[in-house]
């Protein structure tokens, strides 16, 4: 890993009307549009749908990288999260991620260990730890 700090740089384009175009050195560009919600086509990421993503990828690459530390054998992991966006006051803002997660682990593996991988996983997301919104975590442990 590099020294921190990181830094990331996207850059947007857009004319009056249409798609929001979003580029980053290396990367295949994103057409991002308004959600539905708010007049969007609904057919394209919007903002609201990528900081969502970006949650759901954070706690999985997090979690990988906790069970690599740990030495703890997996299978997979599926996670879906649900971010509310709400009006407060006068901001609208993210207010709570709820985070979805199903970890299948091999037979004989210490489901209480592979749990608090899971926890600390959650702790650990820098994504969800720079927002202002509440996360919770909810999951299940398969073998399999």
């Known amino acids: 890993m590099n020294q921190f700090p990181h830094t990331y740089t996207v ?24 959600p539905t919600e708010f007049g969007g086509p609904g057919d394209k990421w919007s ?3 990528l900081i969502v993503a970006a949650v759901a990828d954070c706690f999985v690459l997090s979690f990988r990288a906790v069970a690599a530390a740990s030495k703890l054998e997996w299978n997979e992991l599926k996670c879906s999260v649900v971010g509310t966006l709400d009006r407060v006051e006068r901001d609208v803002k993210f207010t709570e991620m709820k985070i979805s997660a199903a970890l299948s682990v091999p037979e004989g593996v210490d489901q209480g260990r592979a749990q608090r991988s899971l926890e600390k996983a959650e702790k650990m997301c820098f994504i969800t730890n ?15």
Do not use: Y
């Open 47 to 49: 903002p609201e749908d």
């Open 11 to 34: 850059a947007a384009s857009a004319q009056t009307e249409g798609d929001v175009a979003l580029e980053s050195d290396g990367l295949p560009s994103i057409a991002s549009a308004p």
């Open 130 to 144: 720079s927002l202002n919104s509440e996360v919770h975590l909810e999951f299940t442990i398969s073998n399999g």
